[in-house]
């Protein structure tokens, strides 16, 4: 522990090379509000910087840390009842499945005090506050507040603002003293910022690497929607519009430059009018409805129903159509010509084949949605029109391509049921979210596999002609298409079937419940999960380290008896810079380590050192330093010295953060923040040990 210490006295020096990473989002300011003239109320406002929140005072066990206000005992006043907070955001967090509140932009905590005598005091209190965006949590922080209580005479000439409601006061003479003692350190910090920026290169930022997901996820959804567009194309509505179209667009213009420009324009108007409705769709519900969409119990279960409504009208049971009307009113438009004729004529296309293109937007629509993007649904809507235009534009330029195109029959209805059965899959996905929001175990992760493989084992009887339905044509023989994709689907199917009994099953880990969501969290029959070779059950245990759960690696939890351990076997050290309530720590856990190539090497080739920087347990007496970060602060839990460790020796704040280091404690490989990719990491992980031993 000494090491430590002196450690951090000597960085003290180094402290001008403190760099961009080290974050301070949360500015907190105070003010008083007269009720009474004795009673007041003690207001603690937050201002939380974009794409960060802090969580609500009241969070279930083994949740994030939740925000704690503590005041001074003082005989001049007592407190009445707790501090009340301003209304947050409460959804599901499917990391640590449990409902919680968090704020965004600002949060508001008031604590109602009655004087018991006719002076005024000074109340002193603390907040313990934890923060977290996308990609990062950081450690807690603790800052001081300060509300002077004039007495009853100056409260009166010191009103500022007086409320409607209530004939309460507003009083706020210190509240430009405190903000300046509340970011006291920010303003030290800034400083320290500025002198060493040149240091930021050496890290990725996990700014950057949010920026990074948010491109990978929006690519994502216009992959997956221009394919559900491809598969829209052969629908029965859809198929044989294509000829009829091209072959109108062709004969009718003058010149076939002419019939190509046309039909260019008629599928621009298709993908006009579908991302139209994606940017409505975005408008309505706004930034903030579609960040709570994935998480929201009542919003899984609409989509959930909206599903297998789908599901239902692609396997044969109805149509959904829209209203005839709307399909005259629009024919009547389009034989106007011209450009306007021609979009007319794209949306004639897009009302008639509503049918089959109306359940394919639907769930477009819902999924782009429910991954919090306000341009998702724009992307889907953009991928899914481009692949619905692109043929019109194409063979109207190549008329001659038509003549390989396959002819309409039974197959397209195949398609639609295909689709059918993918839609009812996808819809107990939802119907999952809204199980592990309600907490309700009905849709544990046996029964939800159960579900799955039920559905896809009679889809692949479909595909193999052993279940007909209502507007299937005869089937006298199986293509050799119709039998691939059957194999497929079996071998899918079968694929699924070890979930029962605790197999991750990784390709399709991102839909079923987490594997402690279960009836046998670790398998039936089995209390462990994980690869390597070395950590096992009958492993001797070092002083000082335990088995992590459920991956039983070896790990330390102390930074002097980690790196010990690691010069006796001879082996790099990876500290984790982590957090009991850090969300993307626990998705590394469950997404990264669990691949065996990363946890081979977490459990044979590193000591792995896991530093908790919201460990709340006391330091010892003699451990107890003053904060080299915030001085005149004391360093009193486990968590805060890891903290200090990390913001002096790495210049950053933020968790997850991961370092390879040697046994002089140098660093092998550059650090790295949150890394979702598994090769990625894996690379990561690969050089740096091979760095050691070089």
Not at 82 to 91: D, L, M, P, R
Request: hydrophobic share 45%; with cysteine; aromatic share 10%.
């Amino acid at each position: 522990m000494k090491k430590i210490y002196l450690f951090l006295l000597l960085a003290t020096v180094s402290l001008a090379s403190v760099q961009s990473q080290i974050l301070d989002p949360v500015k907190w300011s105070t003010s008083i509000k007269k009720i009474s003239e004795t009673e007041y109320d003690l207001i603690s406002k937050a201002s939380i910087e974009d794409k960060w929140h802090l969580y609500s005072q009241v969070v279930p066990d083994n949740g994030p840390l939740p925000t704690n206000l503590t005041f001074e005992e003082n005989s001049a006043y007592k407190l009445i009842g707790k501090a009340k907070e301003s209304k947050g955001h409460t959804v599901h967090d499917p990391v640590f499945d449990m409902v919680i509140t968090f704020f965004e932009n600002s949060a508001t905590f008031t604590q109602r005090i009655k004087l018991t005598g006719d002076k005024g005091t000074t109340v002193k209190g603390e907040v313990e506050f934890m923060v977290c965006d996308d990609t990062r949590c950081l450690p807690p922080s603790y800052i001081d507040l300060i509300f002077k209580i004039p007495t009853p005479e100056k409260s009166k000439e010191a009103a500022v603002t007086s409320e409607n409601t209530d004939n309460s006061e507003t009083v706020e003479p210190t509240t430009e003293k405190v903000e300046n003692n509340a970011t006291v350190d920010t303003v030290k910090t800034e400083v320290v910022k500025d002198t060493l920026q040149a240091s930021s290169e050496k890290t990725l930022s996990a700014v950057e690497q949010n920026q990074k997901q948010d491109e990978k996820g929006l690519w994502t959804i216009f992959f997956f929607a221009f394919l559900s567009g491809f598969a829209a194309l052969l629908t029965p509505c859809v198929f044989p519009m294509i000829p009829m179209t091209v072959s109108f667009f062709t004969k009718q213009s003058k010149t076939k430059a002419k019939g190509i420009k046309n039909a260019i324009i008629y599928g621009a108007s298709i993908i006009i009018i579908y991302v139209l409705l994606g940017i409505l769709v975005s408008l309505i519900f706004g930034p903030q409805a579609l960040n709570a969409l994935s998480t929201n119990v009542w919003f899984n279960l609409i989509f959930f129903v909206l599903l297998i409504v789908f599901a239902v009208s692609f396997l044969g049971a109805f149509e959904i159509m829209l209203p005839n009307s709307w399909a005259n009113k629009v024919d009547s438009q389009a034989d106007r010509g011209g450009l306007i004729g021609i979009f007319f004529m794209a949306l004639a296309l897009a009302i008639v084949s509503f049918s089959c293109t109306g359940p394919i937007v639907g769930t477009l629509l819902v999924q782009a949605a429910a991954g919090g993007s306000q341009v998702g649904p724009i992307v889907g809507m953009f991928g899914f029109s481009l692949a619905i235009a692109l043929p019109f534009a194409l063979f109207a330029a190549f008329p001659g391509w038509m003549n390989s195109l396959p002819k309409s029959g039974g197959w397209l209805n195949t398609v639609k049921v295909v689709l059918g059965f993918l839609e009812l899959a996808l819809a107990f996905k939802f119907l999952s979210n809204a199980d592990l929001v309600l907490q309700m175990h009905l849709l544990e992760r046996e029964v939800f596999l159960a579900i799955w493989i039920a559905i896809f084992g009679a889809l692949a009887l479909y595909l193999f002609g052993k279940i007909k339905l209502p507007h299937d044509s005869p089937l006298t023989h199986i293509s050799v298409g119709r039998l691939s994709l059957g194999l497929l689907v079996l071998a899918f199917t079968v694929y699924m079937i070890p979930g029962l009994w605790g197999a991750p099953l990784n390709l399709i880990s991102a839909f079923p419940p987490p594997l402690d969501y279960a009836e046998s969290p670790y398998g039936v029959g089995n209390s462990k999960v994980g690869g390597g070779i070395v950590a096992n059950e009958h492993q001797e245990v070092p002083e000082g380290a335990h088995l992590l759960a459920p991956h039983q690696i070896l790990a330390f939890n102390d930074y002097d008896k980690g790196l010990a351990y690691a010069k006796t076997v001879g082996k790099p050290v990876m500290i984790d810079f982590t957090g009991w309530a850090c969300v993307n720590c626990r998705k590394m856990e469950q997404n990264v380590w669990v691949d065996d190539k990363v946890l081979n090497i977490l459990k044979n080739e590193v000591v792995l050192i896991s530093l908790y920087v919201d460990d709340k347990r006391k330091l010892e007496d003699d451990e107890i330093v003053e904060s080299q970060l915030k001085p005149g602060k004391k360093l009193k839990y486990i968590g805060q010295k890891w903290s200090e460790l990390q913001t002096i020796k790495y210049k950053t704040n933020s968790q997850p953060f991961y370092v390879l280091m040697g046994h002089n404690e140098e660093n092998l490989i550059d650090p790295v923040g949150y890394t979702p990719d598994v090769e990625e990491y894996y690379g990561w992980l690969q050089k740096g040990v091979g760095a050691f031993k070089k």
